[in-house]
């Protein structure tokens, strides 16, 4: 049997309307309450399949790295730097000891000369005539001395045969011993005469570097005047005369005592020197001299070292830094300073890893700076981890994944990009840095490597 489709199309289309319409009827009437619940059938089911999703969506925690040192007590020496200046080893000012005119001026201004070198020449035609003068009154008390002699000792002989009276022969002795007075006379003022006569050749009483000089050839010079001709300065080795304060002098004395710092041998205290451009003087020093008597207007100790100076690198009046030992002290601890921060009150505290990487925050006491290291007094015990980096990535009581830096290591690495290096605390000179701002770390944390 054959279908016609066409005709069954036909038929559907022909069908009457009303059973179309009874159709529609029956949907409208089906309950309220089955779509209420195929609906939510269908959100649990959405519901239950996105939730496994999800749960395998979400991140694990992940323990922030940190950079850490580790600390290790060592013997470490305490320098103290103080301000100072320079001083010739010796310095003399060159004046002149007659009066004349300055004919001639014989040096070089600024050059090395020799003690005993002939500087100026004064005019000495006077003194030239003052001492033919002083020769000619000696040659003269001699002769009346000869003649007076001789009449003495007739006298004495013929006073033994009554020929002249003992008077005459008392006066003649008289006059023989005042004739010798003044021959002694005569030779002092021919000796003072030659004295002037040399000085009038003005000569450098120590050998070194001569300075400018203060008059020119035509001038008018008086003995022993104010104003000094020129300055001569020996500058090998040189004087640095250094100062510091009675009250830190008498803390270190104290710690001394209670066997926390061991003494330096002062026969061996070594000084460097620093100018004030940071740069290090090449010769070193040696302590010669420590005030016994405190300024009383200061407080201030005065010290002097001497240090060779062979390449004159070193000038008189000069400002320097002196950088001497003061003690050692023992099994010390060297906290980074990177490490340090310091809240509102400035009170330093330190984060420390501890055994289970857990941070803690500690405060600390601290002492003196030893370049980029603070000598620690208490808070801390040998083999302790602190942090110095990745201040940003964690906070006390996060659990942490502890990587040991290198900090010689990273200071040669910025050293290398040209950023200012990291002095290690063997290197470095002591010195008092400025305090960090109140809250932030000493210096600034770089990520862990």
Known sequence: MKIDPSAS?????????????SASRQSHRRPRW??????????????????????????????????????KAQ???????????????????????VSGIVQKRLFTEGSLVKQGQQLYQIDSATLQATQASATAALAKAEASQRTLAATARRNAELVKIDAISKQANDE????????????????????????????SRIEAPISGRIALSSVTPGALVTA???????????LDPMYVDFTQSSSDLMQLKRELESGRFQKVDGDKMPVRIRFDDGSIYA??????????????????????????????????????????????APDALLVPQQSVTRDLTGRPSVMVVKPDDILEKREVDLDSAIGAFWLLKSGLKNG???MVDGFQRAKPGDKVQAVEVDLKAKAERKSERGEPPVQAAADAPAGKPAAAPAGTPASAPESAK
Do not use: W
């Open 384 to 386: 302790e981890r602190v």
């Open 75 to 97: 013997n470490q020496q305490l320098d103290v730097t103080l301000p100072g200046r320079t001083r010739a080893f010796l310095s003399a000012e060159v004046r002149p000891q």
């Open 34 to 71: 089955a779509l209420i619940l195929g609906a939510v059938m269908v959100a649990a089911a959405l519901v239950a399949c996105s939730k496994p999703d999800a749960e395998q969506k979400a991140p694990s925690k992940v323990e922030p790295k940190v950079g850490v040192v580790t600390l």
């Open 9 to 21: 199309l036909n038929s559907r289309l022909d069908a009457p309307s009303s059973t179309v319409f």
């Open 283 to 328: 010769h070193e020093g040696k302590l010669a001299f420590a005030g016994v008597i405190v300024n009383d207007s200061t407080g201030m100790l005065t010290l002097r070292a001497i240090v060779p100076n062979p390449d004159g690198q070193l000038m008189p009046g000069m400002y320097v830094q002196a950088m001497l030992p003061t003690a050692l």
């Open 172 to 199: 003649s002795q008289a006059a023989a011993a005042q004739s010798l007075s003044d021959v002694a006379v005569a030779k002092a003022n021919l000796d003072a005469a030659r004295v002037n006569l040399r000085y």
């Open 224 to 234: 022993s005047q104010a104003n000094a001709l020129t300055t001569i300065v020996q």
